[in-house]
């Protein structure tokens, strides 16, 4: 089954743009650690960010000249680019405290 980049914004309120978090999902197909990845990120915005993110799913099957930008070097990777400073988090994002901590969401303790 052939993927196409999907963005996806949550549906609630407009927060003013400085308050939006722009997240990219970097991912190769519908693979289980792919899908896993995108459900534990969709998680956990709508439980921290409720409102306020975008999400930008791109498939590097499709378009692999895109991973250059962002110096994809694994996937999936998140990469937050919005607000600055640009972070990135690979793996499936199934450990919460540590993409909340890699997101700047809660502090490191």
């Known amino acids: 089954m ?3 980049p999907v963005k996806r914004r949550a549906a609630r ?3 003013p ?4 978090w722009q997240l990219r999902l970097y991912v190769a197909g519908q693979t289980p650690k792919s ?3 995108f459900s534990n990120l969709k998680n956990i915005c709508e439980t921290h960010l409720s409102g306020q993110y975008s999400i930008e799913v791109i498939d590097l099957l499709e378009r692999p000249q895109l ?3 962002d110096q994809i070097l694994a996937i999936p990777t998140l990469v937050r680019k919005l607000p600055e400073p640009v972070r990135k988090i690979i793996g ?3 450990d919460t405290e540590r993409v909340l901590v890699g997101l700047d969401l809660r502090s490191a303790q």
Not at 17 to 20: A, F, S, Y
Request: hydrophobic content about 25%.
């Open 2 to 4: 052939k993927t196409k």
């Open 13 to 15: 309120a407009n927060p």
């Open 17 to 20: 743009p400085e308050k939006l």
């Open 35 to 37: 899908l896993t990845a």
């Open 67 to 69: 991973s250059k930008g």
């Open 92 to 94: 499936d994002l199934s």
